[in-house]
């Protein structure tokens, strides 16, 4: 067996450093509970950025997938197969829409939509060709392609990989008035993260969701939220726009939707949306596979009992609560989000992002840090209490 300093010496050694993960080799996984190759334990608070919201080895999806493994896995959309049609149209019931198209990723989710709004633009809206514009909100993460990086305003995200590809507008996010400016004729969509993950749990001000739909509603402009992170459980709700009472002409999705056990990310809308692709014209090899559908099935099926969405609202509330008593302690400076998912700030002088996160994992408890001095917590919401006080024990010691 090897040693943590063995198998990180070979992963630095042969693989392209685009991360930089804590020294920390997992073997196995339960629940929220992490084993490392040495047989140490550690609390996943990070729960894979919300792909593993059912957590390690959830049984109903492991067994799902099992089940699919011996039947069929890949056929491409050469052919139907026998999944696909519940696959989508639970999906779409899901999300109150008509319509599912299916890719991996979530990058490619977004690639989709922005293909989507586009030809919606031009064939629906009227739109002059090659003239669509989509406004999206600076400090977003949309994933990590040429066109989506060329919307980044990251510049690690960014910086010498263009040419970018043209056609985005950028906006801040929360300012409803600098939107309204920024949309035109011509501008097709509006693309946001109903809250901002990867810049640290960023929630936008009360009434700016709805101020969005408002507007995007009047001009004629598709409102597409990328829920890919936010969504399917996280905040308390199936989606984060629920919050605000607002339903998206386009759900982008997901992470969570392949149960933590394969890829599976889709585009979601009605008819007059989605209804623009013909044959040839979108596609994707695995995309609605097999193996997909059948774990996307039973993620669908476990959200429906609204279980998992009332586990993220109660813990989340004591999350919130507890980490609220940490704001103006001196070593946390101020704490944001909803349900089970929240950007803490380090207070200058009380460490980086990355130390504290560090001291976590000496601890047992696995975070991930954000913009320098930020960490952010999304354990799995099947995480029970008393495994979260502990979590919050830890956090509290590393912060005394
Ligand atoms: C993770 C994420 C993506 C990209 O998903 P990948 O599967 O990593 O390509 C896009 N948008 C949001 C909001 C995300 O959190």
Known sequence: MSTTADVIRSADAHSAHTYHPLPVVVASADGAWMTDVEGRRYLDMLAGYSALNFGHGN??????????????????????HDRFADFCTELA??????????????????????????????EVKGVPDGHAKIVVAADNFHGRTTTVVSFSTDHDARDHFGPYTP???????????ALSRAVTENTVAVLLEPIQGEAGVLVPPAGYLSGVRELTRERNVLFMADEIQSGLGRTGRTFACEHEGVVPDVYILGKALGGGVVPVSAVVADRDVLGVFRPGQHGSTFGGNPLACAVALEVIAMLRTGEFQQRATELGDHLHHELGLLVGGGAVTAVRGRGLWAGVDIAPGHGTGREVSEKLMERGVLVKDTHGSTIRLAPPLVISKEDLDWGLDQLRAVLA
């Not at 049984?59 to 959309?77: G, P």
């Not at 056609?167 to 008035?177: A, S």
Request: a positive charge.
């Open 167 to 177: 056609g985005f507008e950028i906006v801040p996010y929360g300012d409803l008035t």
């Open 59 to 80: 049984r109903r999806l492991i067994d799902a997938a099992r089940a699919q493994l011996e039947r069929v896995t890949l056929t491409s959309r050469a052919f139907h």
């Open 93 to 122: 019931a899901l999300c109150g829409k008509e319509m599912v198209l299916p890719m991996n990723t979530g990058a490619e989710a977004v690639e989709t939509a922005v293909k989507t709004a586009r030809k919606w633009g031009y």
